[in-house]
């Protein structure tokens, strides 16, 4: 089943949408491995995220979108060459590091005077953020220093029953997105 199958039920929609109202976090499919996602404005459920990673807070978080529009709050004021360079297509799924306008939660921007940006094309994740209308935290779904779940089997045994998780595949990236710095064009994970 290639990801272009995956298409979330309406009833699963709205318990994840329920769930993200309230602060909780979200587990799904995406291009590259599984996701977790909570609203990226919601203090508690940035720190949950957090937890459930064991992850450091100065680390930051990557927001995805599923388009350039959504993430014009956080593009405002960028320069239009790399608004383009964000913009454009990519041959792998691609975070962008985009100078942080001030508009990026101390938690997803970390330590960091960036914020961690990319565009998704999975129906899961276009889904989610549509009905949300803006943009979901997706870092990838794991406990720090292990390897990414890739089914919702894994997601299963490494968090438990305590999360709303879509079922559904992956891309065919075996691989976290690469990132690359918007400013300098440095790639900073292949």
């Given at each position: 089943?290639?990801?272009?199958?995956?298409?979330?039920?309406?009833?699963?929609?709205?318990?994840?949408?329920?769930?993200?109202?309230?602060?909780?976090?979200?587990a799904?499919?995406?291009?590259?491995?599984?996701?977790?996602?909570?609203?990226?404005?919601?203090?508690?459920?940035?720190?949950?995220?957090?937890?459930?990673?064991?992850?450091?807070?100065?680390?930051?978080?990557?927001?995805?979108?599923?388009?350039v529009?959504?993430?014009?709050?956080?593009?405002?004021?960028?320069?239009?060459?790399?608004?383009?360079?964000?913009?454009?297509?990519?041959?792998?799924?691609?975070?962008?590091?985009?100078?942080?306008?001030?508009?990026?939660?101390?938690?997803?921007?970390?330590?960091?005077?960036s914020?961690?940006?990319?565009?998704?094309?999975?129906?899961?994740v276009v889904?989610?953020?549509?009905?949300?209308?803006?943009?979901?935290?997706?870092?990838?779904?794991?406990?720090?220093?292990?390897?990414?779940?890739?089914?919702?089997?894994?997601?299963?045994?490494?968090?438990?029953?305590?999360l709303?998780?879509?079922?559904?595949?992956?891309?065919?990236?075996?691989?976290?997105?690469?990132?690359?710095?918007?400013?300098?064009?440095?790639?900073l994970?292949?």
């Amino acid at each position: 089943m290639s990801f272009s199958d995956t298409r979330p039920e309406a009833a699963m929609l709205q318990q994840a949408l329920t769930a993200l109202s309230q602060g909780q976090v979200v587990a799904y499919p995406t291009e590259t491995v599984w996701g977790l996602g909570c609203d990226p404005d919601h203090d508690r459920a940035l720190e949950q995220v957090l937890v459930l990673k064991s992850r450091p807070a100065d680390k930051g978080l990557i927001l995805v979108a599923d388009s350039v529009e959504r993430c014009a709050p956080w593009l405002e004021g960028l320069d239009p060459a790399l608004k383009a360079r964000f913009a454009a297509p990519t041959e792998v799924p691609t975070t962008w590091l985009v100078p942080d306008n001030g508009r990026a939660h101390p938690l997803v921007r970390g330590r960091f005077d960036s914020v961690a940006l990319r565009l998704s094309a999975h129906p899961v994740v276009v889904a989610l953020v549509q009905a949300m209308g803006r943009p979901l935290v997706s870092t990838s779904a794991n406990r720090a220093g292990e390897s990414p779940c890739r089914s919702l089997a894994e997601i299963r045994t490494v968090f438990g029953e305590q999360l709303v998780a879509f079922d559904g595949a992956t891309g065919n990236h075996d691989r976290p997105s690469r990132i690359r710095d918007l400013v300098t064009g440095a790639t900073l994970r292949d």
